[in-house]
């Protein structure tokens, strides 16, 4: 069965950090592109981040860019997301989700793409 599961959320003040990390079990995400995706109260599913299965190419939205990081370790089978420089409209749920594909690509960069989901990770950022 396969799992993935989101930790790592929380509340913070603005400026502040958060490490999201997201454990995969029944599934192999080495060779899959992993991405983050977010979704706040009455709007639509949108990707934060996404990384492939080398690790090598990454892509962020342009909201996050600069502060957020995504990483991987296939070892451990497990996907981070670094968030720096928090803001309040960062606040949303977080959700981890694996893409049958090696590479990712701006073009799949869509929820529609991802195959399995995480149950979601709370991020609440306070001005």
């Known amino acids: 069965q396969v799992q993935l599961v989101e930790s790592g959320g929380g509340s913070v003040q603005a400026g502040g950090s958060l490490r999201l990390s997201c454990a995969a079990s029944g599934y192999t995400i080495s060779g899959k592109c992993m991405g983050w995706f977010r979704q706040a109260p009455g709007k639509e599913r949108e990707g934060v981040a996404a990384?492939?299965?080398?690790?090598?190419?990454?892509y962020y939205v342009d909201s996050v860019k600069g502060r957020f990081t995504v990483s991987r370790d296939n070892a451990k089978s497990t996907v981070y997301l670094q968030m720096n420089s928090l803001k309040p409209e960062d606040t949303a749920m977080y959700y981890c989700?694996?893409?049958?594909?090696?590479?990712?690509?701006?073009?799949?960069?869509?929820?529609?793409?991802?195959?399995?989901w995480g149950q979601g990770t709370q991020v609440t950022v306070t001005s």
């Open positions: 990384i492939s299965s080398g690790g090598g190419n990454s």
């Open positions: 989700a694996a893409d049958p594909l090696r590479y990712c690509s701006s073009r799949r960069f869509k929820a529609g793409f991802f195959e399995y």
